[in-house]
């Protein structure tokens, strides 16, 4: 669904440099290629603090730790996403509270989310799923009348623009109290291994989670508080570094190729194609159609037949998943989430796509309609 060799080769002379500058100066941990990442990071986004962390689920725990939960405490947090999103949320002692999602964005639904606040609640976990953001502008306003923190799970998102009511415009991950967000190879931004981030505008906040992806240690060997050990390597930062610079780049070509998908797609009834929000832009982590009176496992088959890569993002929702068969009994009502797992269907995507590769893909999914 990638091409992260082609994308490498692209880059290969500044990656090889800086991945040996790396090896010459031995400085394998919190080098100074993890400084200088954090640091730009933080320009591009425009957010006060991040702090970089091994991978994009440590995150999410990380943020949840800093925030003083009690075990029963409930997060509020779409179904239709990875399971990551709530397996910290359970891994914390923690009670995940599955919200609906909107029909044509796939992310998290502002009426659902209202009737799922009860005295317990305290986090919202919004996702910005594909690469769209969540409806931020009215979450933060829930949010605030409801005395709740807000923790953006921006893994699929990063360099996605907010536009709020007045105008003003937000990158995601920078609206709530804490974003979090993913480094692996195929994400937007992806490093040649696992990484990841957390970003906020709050110094106290900023602090706890740095002392908490470091053992609790407020210096070393004075461990404060209970921390985990989740570290972004010198070596991942220095490859980032590099990638940040090209990453609207990376996304410009995404949304080019999304252009070429839904003016392709848009003369068969059978496919709806991503919508994009009036106050969203959409960086196409993934591209992914709904099918309409298909089968879908028949058009699957169709196009692994002509070599065509397609996948399914997600085929069991969280409030499904076994690993929460304790809260069966809680009768989620879920409509549109139940709807969409059977008919939702990922294309390749990436920033290393020919237009002949482009014809291909098409013409293998038109050839299943015809």
């Not at 992260?4 to 692209?10: G, S």
């Not at 990442?37 to 006060?48: E, R």
């Not at 068969?325 to 290393?352: M, R, Y």
Request: hydrophobic fraction near 40%.
């Amino acid at each position: 669904m990638v091409d992260t060799k082609n994308q490498y080769l692209a880059i290969k002379k500044e990656v090889d440099q800086a991945i040996q500058e790396v090896l010459d100066s031995a400085a394998y941990i919190n080098g100074k290629p993890v400084k200088d990442f954090a640091q730009n990071l933080s320009t591009y986004l425009k957010v006060n603090y991040v702090i970089p962390c091994a991978n994009g689920t440590d995150a999410l725990q990380i943020a949840m730790m800093a925030l003083g939960l009690q075990p029963g405490d409930e997060i509020i947090t779409p179904s239709f996403t990875y399971i990551a999103t709530t397996e910290v949320v359970a891994l914390l002692g923690l009670k995940p509270v599955f919200v609906d999602v909107d029909p044509t964005t796939f992310c998290m639904d502002i009426e659902s989310l209202k009737k799922a606040i009860t005295p317990r609640t305290k986090v919202i976990v919004p996702v910005h799923l594909y690469g769209h953001a969540a409806p931020m502008e009215p979450i933060m306003e829930i949010a605030k009348e409801h005395n709740l923190y807000v923790i953006e799970d921006n893994a699929q998102a990063i360099g996605c623009d907010y536009t709020f009511s007045d105008g003003t415009t937000k990158k995601t991950g920078t609206i709530g109290h804490i974003g979090a967000t993913s480094f692996y190879p195929s994400k937007n931004l992806g490093a040649f291994g696992d990484g990841g981030a957390l970003c906020t505008n709050d110094p106290l906040l900023a602090d706890k989670m740095t002392m908490i992806a470091n053992h609790g240690q407020s210096a070393r060997y004075y461990h404060d508080i209970v921390g985990c050990n989740s570290r972004l390597d010198s070596i991942q930062a220095a490859i980032l570094n590099i990638k940040l610079k090209k990453l609207d780049e990376y996304n410009i070509a995404r949304q080019k190729v999304a252009t070429y998908y839904n003016e392709a797609f848009a003369s068969i009834k059978e496919i709806i194609t991503p919508s994009q929000a009036n106050y969203s832009s959409h960086v196409y982590h993934q591209y992914t159609i709904q099918l309409k009176g298909v089968n879908r496992a028949s058009l699957m088959e169709h196009l692994n037949a002509k070599d065509i890569p397609c996948m399914i993002y997600y085929p069991v929702p969280g409030h499904l998943q076994k690993m929460f068969g304790e809260q069966k009994n809680n009768h989620w009502h879920l409509p549109i989430t139940d709807s969409l797992t059977p008919c939702v269907c990922s294309l390749p995507i990436h920033t290393e796509m020919d237009e002949t590769q482009l014809a291909y893909i098409v013409e293998g999914v038109k050839s299943f309609f015809n």
